[in-house]
Nanobody, 124 residues
């Protein structure tokens, strides 16, 4: 059974930095990519960033490009999201996810396994 466990969420002020981690366990087999999504209250889950597991190619939502960085440690089966210059609108539950197929995904349907999420709350 594949499990993804996010950690690192918290309460931050505008302009602060925060790092999230996602530890993957279980028979992940061939992993094409890992990603981060977020969901704010009353809104749909939206793409934040993704990274291919082998080559490390990345993709970002326009709203976080230049502020957030996704990275991975294959040996530790962990993916990270470094968030800098946080804004109040970054407030959301952040979810880690795995895509089995090759290539970067961008929609919820492109990914196969999900963590339970970690709350990031930004204040002005």
């Amino acid at each position: 059974q594949v499990q993804l466990v996010e950690s690192g969420g918290g309460l931050v002020q505008a302009g602060d930095s925060l790092g999230l981690s996602c530890l993957v366990s279980g028979p992940i087999g061939s992993t094409g990519a890992m990603g981060w999504f977020r969901q704010a209250p009353g809104k749909e889950r939206e793409f934040v960033a993704a990274i291919t597991w082998r080559s490390g190619n990345t993709n970002y939502a326009d709203s976080v490009k230049g502020r957030f960085t996704i990275s991975k440690d294959n040996a530790k089966s962990t993916v990270y999201l470094q968030m800098n210059r946080l804004k109040p609108e970054d407030t959301a539950v952040y979810y880690c996810t795995i895509r089995r197929e090759t290539g970067l995904g961008i929609t919820v349907g492109d990914f196969d396994y999900w963590g339970r999420g970690t709350q990031v709350t930004g204040s002005s």
